[in-house]
């Protein structure tokens, strides 16, 4: 990823610490992508002794992969304290009452995960991975399943709120609006690492508005705040904010103003080996079927 499209960390985790208590109320659409990223499981045959919810945030997935996987130990990983501190008050009821353990939660960056290698069986990762380095977290992901284990995904392409981006690149003054990386980079992305059979697909959501004010105001709520490198410092004064709003009531239509998002879902799979750690090549036989 260019590095000027890449968000920065920092300023990545002090804006979710700031959104922790406002988050849940505002991710109507995160909550959506979850389910849907979770109805993907469904057709993939899959017994995972243990999961990483990479960028869990407040932990919205884990009563949904609680329930698909039972018997599975869940690792919550997050950059944001503040997120996990919520994410440890959530606990599926039924969990609580036959004293089957909370999940196990870990603060740390996706670039840059502290487990061992093949140490999880499913990678799940619910609309963070906008917010990283999609290659270096595809490295690390790739590294940490053990083979056979899944990596799947969900994130936002480069269509992304372009209602609000173009209002922004009307009225001057630099980028407002965080980049996103396209579902083909991404595909790429996923080979690069290492990862195998990778299936991606794309679906536009769009969220009606009253104003362009509560468009931004949600976003605050949840933590998507611009975190380019290369974005202005300090608030945009009146006469900048009056110009963004005008702008963005062009793409008003039947009363409300749009805000698209470009959703892109992703898996693939961590290959067994094909050499050993000294050199030798893996081959491998399967039983014959009988005639």
Known sequence: MDEAARPVKRDVRRAFDRAARTYDGAAVLQR????????HLEPIRLSP????????????AFEGLAKRFPAASLLGIDIAPAMLARARERSPWWRRILGAPAPALLCADAESLPLAPASVDLVFSNLALQWCDPGRVFAEAARALASGGLLLFSTFGPDTLHELRAAFAASGGGEHVNRFVDMHDLGDALVHAGLADPVMEMEKVTMEYADAMAVMRDLKAIGAVNSLPSRARGLPGRARWRSVIASYERFRRDGVLPATWEVVYGHAWKAPPK??????????????TPA
Do not use: K, N, Y
């Not at 002794?49 to 919205?60: E, K, M, Q, S, V």
């Not at 000294?278 to 081959?283: A, E, L, N, P």
């Open 275 to 288: 050499r050993t750690a000294d050199g030798r090549q893996v081959i491998a036989f399967s039983p014959r």
């Open 32 to 39: 959506e992508v979850c389910g849907r990223l979770l109805e």
């Open 49 to 60: 002794a243990r999961i990483a919810d990479l960028g869990c945030g407040t932990g919205f």
